[in-house]
């Protein structure tokens, strides 16, 4: 399977690395040609930063076109906030790709020294996983019908919205591929 990887800013060689070793071919997405994918994980990072590097890489059009066809995604952190409905706190010129189902407030947990890891539950999983929460977003609501997959503390940390799957932490960053093993499950699973 395919999976790109938004390769503009943040992490993008840490999710490369860890679906590599779970069997699928990583291609860093840095144009509208390498968006021949059969999935996308968006990274963390900046989100503003991310939504105009979208814009001057002319990305952002090929991008929604894909997302509005369906197309499996992994966003983490910034990538959830690029991809939720509604976002509080946000920049007037940072441009969500509005395709999951949530309302998140960027830097909700506070600023760079306010970062922390934490024990995740995971829905089904008894190990909880080794969340990593830099600068994260705060989930405040979900739509109806999206699935709530992982907790901290009570609040929804983990979301899938159909195809698209939400993070509020860096799992990139754990040491442990359960998340993105669930991604790529939930596409197979669901013949994407």
Request: some cysteine; aromatic content about 4%; charged content about 20%.
């Amino acid at each position: 399977m395919k999976v790109g990887v938004l390769a503009l800013q943040g992490a993008f060689a840490l999710h490369a690395e860890v679906l590599r070793s779970l069997g699928a071919h990583p291609i860093e997405v840095r144009r509208a040609e390498h968006l021949d994918v059969d999935a996308l994980v968006l990274p963390g990072g900046e989100s503003t930063t991310i939504s105009m590097l979208l814009d001057s890489s002319g990305l952002r059009d090929a991008l929604v076109e894909r997302l509005a066809g369906g197309m499996p995604t992994l966003g983490t952190c910034a990538g959830l906030i690029l991809l939720a409905t509604d976002v509080h706190d946000g920049r007037a010129d940072q441009h969500s790709l509005g395709v999951l189902r949530a309302t998140v407030r960027r830097n909700a947990y506070g600023r760079q020294i306010d970062s922390f890891e934490a024990p995740v539950a995971l829905v089904g999983d008894e190990v909880p996983f080794p969340g990593v929460f830099i600068r994260a977003p705060v989930i405040v609501d979900v739509g109806e019908g999206v699935e709530v997959l992982a907790r901290h503390e009570g609040t929804p940390v983990l979301v899938a919205d159909g195809g698209v799957v939400g993070a509020t932490f860096h799992p990139e960053l754990a040491g442990d591929s359960r998340v993105h093993r669930l991604f790529l499950e939930r596409i197979e699973r669901e013949g994407a």
